[in-house]
């Protein structure tokens, strides 16, 4: 059955954090100003497909890239959106300097998340001594909202199944984690040393991450477009074998039409997400990256479109001529 998203009035543990859930991307002008108004419509687009949740300043959200008081409105905004349809949200908290990621998740628990995300300190690698150091200051200050760890494969730090368990063990408001997955010897330790974490995996991975025990996905395929991502997520739990075969088709799309962005023409992560969502024709932004990215052209989109047409089963409903 699908997962029905909790109460977005609670924090969230590590059982309430299942499914699909939707990122947040950045409507930027042309000028590099944020255009809220085409946030508000996007945060409220988002809502109306009805995914598991809705997340905010992961790689896609350009955390990286914004001033404080950016911030402020932005999250003002979703945990208002979000807190008004009943929709579990997460606010991304991370910043490569530990102190101004602090500060931040100081200010975002007084919006009532159900729970903050965060990256590792980003500039020298810390030790694992250093990690537990970090998560147990920032748990000190979360109190009741809970910690999800966004570790992702450029992270200077790769954390293992092992480490996120001693993790866990050493900070119990650790109650997810957001990782790139891996081989089956990979989630055979998850399994093993990874118990009373949220594992979210990448979006185009998903059925085989949910096959062997993965919880859910902070979508790319969700930003290719939120319904499919949620028929797809739906499908893994009625009929596996073809909800793999849908994997397939999803990563043969990607194979063909995204990673050349990134490995041909090195094109950051957050510049494909954003071209996905134009791909998909749903958001209300456009695939422009803020100073001083690359944005991929627009012109690209509509033979993407047509791959996706042509290759991910329900997308030409979806997405008509």
Same mark, same amino acid.
């Given at each position: 059955?699908?997962?029905?998203?909790?109460?977005?009035?609670?924090?969230? =543990?590590?059982?309430?954090?299942?499914?699909?859930?939707?990122?947040?991307?950045?409507?930027?002008?042309?000028?590099?100003?944020?255009?809220?108004?085409?946030?508000?419509?996007?945060?409220?687009?988002?809502?109306?497909?009805?995914?598991?949740?809705?997340?905010?300043?992961?790689?896609?959200? =350009?955390?990286?890239?914004?001033?404080?008081?950016?911030?402020?409105?932005?999250?003002?905004?979703?945990?208002?959106?979000?807190?008004?349809?009943?929709?579990?949200?997460?606010?991304?908290?991370?910043?490569?300097?530990?102190?101004?990621?602090?500060?931040?998740?100081?200010?975002?628990?007084?919006?009532?998340?159900?729970?903050?995300?965060?990256?590792?300190?980003?500039?020298?690698?810390?030790? =694992?001594?250093?990690?537990?150091?970090?998560?147990?200051?920032?748990?000190?200050?979360?109190?009741?909202?809970?910690?999800?760890?966004?570790?992702?494969?450029?992270?200077?730090?790769?954390?293992?199944?092992?480490?996120?368990?001693?993790?866990? +063990?050493?900070?119990?408001?650790?109650?997810?984690?957001?990782?790139?997955?891996?081989?089956?010897?990979?989630?055979?330790?998850?399994?093993?040393?990874?118990?009373?974490?949220?594992?979210?995996?990448?979006?185009?991975?998903?059925?085989?991450?949910?096959?062997?025990?993965?919880?859910?996905?902070?979508?790319?395929?969700?930003?290719?477009?939120?319904?499919?991502?949620?028929?797809?997520?739906?499908?893994?739990?009625? +009929?596996?074998?073809?909800?793999?075969?849908? =994997?397939?088709?999803?990563?043969?799309?990607?194979?063909?039409?995204?990673?050349?962005?990134?490995?041909?023409?090195?094109?950051?992560?957050?510049?494909?997400?954003?071209?996905?969502?134009?791909?998909?024709?749903?958001?209300?932004?456009?695939?422009?990256?803020?100073?001083?990215?690359?944005?991929?052209?627009?012109?690209?989109?509509?033979?993407?479109?047509?791959?996706?047409?042509?290759?991910?089963?329900?997308?030409?409903?979806?997405?008509?001529?």
């Amino acid at each position: 059955m699908p997962v029905e998203p909790p109460s977005a009035t609670r924090p969230l =543990e590590a059982a309430d954090i299942r499914g699909t859930w939707a990122t947040l991307m950045l409507p930027i002008n042309a000028d590099d100003s944020i255009d809220y108004k085409r946030l508000e419509k996007e945060i409220d687009r988002v809502i109306g497909f009805g995914v598991n949740g809705l997340y905010s300043n992961g790689t896609a959200g =350009e955390f990286y890239n914004q001033t404080e008081s950016e911030f402020r409105r932005i999250h003002r905004l979703l945990a208002h959106r979000c807190r008004e349809a009943g929709l579990p949200f997460q606010i991304g908290v991370s910043h490569m300097s530990p102190w101004i990621s602090l500060n931040r998740l100081k200010w975002a628990i007084r919006q009532e998340p159900g729970a903050v995300q965060l990256i590792l300190p980003d500039w020298f690698p810390p030790t =694992e001594a250093e990690i537990i150091s970090f998560l147990k200051k920032m748990a000190a200050v979360s109190a009741d909202v809970r910690i999800v760890l966004y570790n992702p494969p450029h992270a200077k730090v790769r954390l293992t199944p092992g480490q996120f368990g001693r993790l866990k +063990d050493a900070v119990p408001q650790l109650v997810g984690v957001k990782v790139a997955g891996g081989d089956a010897v990979w989630y055979e330790q998850m399994r093993e040393h990874m118990a009373g974490l949220s594992v979210f995996v990448p979006g185009h991975r998903l059925a085989t991450g949910f096959r062997e025990g993965a919880h859910g996905s902070y979508s790319n395929v969700a930003c290719l477009h939120p319904q499919l991502a949620l028929d797809w997520y739906h499908l893994m739990q009625t +009929d596996l074998p073809q909800a793999l075969e849908w =994997e397939q088709r999803i990563q043969q799309f990607m194979t063909d039409y995204i990673v050349p962005y990134i490995l041909d023409q090195k094109y950051a992560d957050p510049a494909c997400d954003k071209f996905l969502a134009a791909v998909g024709g749903w958001s209300s932004g456009d695939c422009r990256m803020r100073w001083p990215y690359r944005s991929i052209p627009a012109t690209g989109v509509a033979e993407a479109r047509a791959g996706a047409r042509a290759l991910i089963p329900t997308f030409s409903t979806l997405v008509p001529e």
